[in-house]
């Protein structure tokens, strides 16, 4: 069964990377047409996916890029204070983020106790299930961007059944 949450946590998120690759750069940046800049929903994907990822909260290593705050979505960020001067992270950051995450995840996931509790309280279920939520809401946001791709005439984002 480690074998194909692997699997299945690396297809989505090479699927989220095409969407990165194909993302152009007005549209990477761009808050004034949506609440969330489409930086901001990658990162935000990539967040609490190593989040969910690391066994609890306490137990999570911050991305050393992190800047508290840049995962939340719903919110706008503020543009004029100083300390988030090249706060937008760039394709290759996140890029590199995935690809952190790739390679983390025969060592996070190997023995993993599927029937343990999350250790989430927010999320009360079986690691099992937090595994398919964690993919699933990957995939959710891969979804969303997508669609805003498709609404910029760009198409072609690979369908990757395993990893």
């Given amino acids: 069964m480690?074998?194909?949450?692997?699997?299945?946590?690396?297809a989505s998120i090479q699927m989220l990377m095409d969407t990165i690759d194909k993302c152009p750069n007005d549209l990477w940046g761009d808050d004034n047409h949506y609440q969330n800049a489409y930086w901001?929903?990658?990162?935000?994907?990539?967040h609490?996916?190593?989040?969910?990822l690391s066994g609890s909260h306490d137990e999570v290593i911050p991305w050393p890029r992190h800047i508290d705050g840049q995962h939340n979505l719903g919110k706008k960020l503020p543009k004029n204070n100083p300390e988030?001067?090249?706060?937008?992270?760039?394709?290759?950051?996140?890029?590199?983020?995935?690809e952190l995450i790739i390679q983390s995840l025969d060592n996070l996931l190997t023995n993993f106790n599927p029937s343990e509790k999350?250790?989430?309280?927010w999320?009360?279920?079986?690691?099992?299930?937090l595994h398919l939520y964690n993919i699933r809401h990957v995939q959710h946001h891969t979804g969303q961007l997508?669609?805003?791709?498709?609404?910029?005439?760009?198409?072609?984002i690979k369908w990757v059944g395993k990893g």
């Fill in 2 to 10: 480690e074998t194909e949450i692997i699997s299945q946590y690396k």
């Fill in 40 to 46: 901001q929903i990658v990162y935000h994907t990539l």
């Fill in 48 to 52: 609490y996916t190593a989040l969910y």
């Fill in 84 to 98: 988030d001067v090249g706060a937008i992270y760039s394709k290759d950051d996140l890029t590199n983020y995935a």
């Fill in 118 to 121: 999350s250790r989430f309280f």
């Fill in 123 to 129: 999320l009360a279920m079986n690691r099992f299930e």
């Fill in 146 to 156: 997508i669609e805003r791709l498709h609404q910029a005439g760009i198409r072609g």
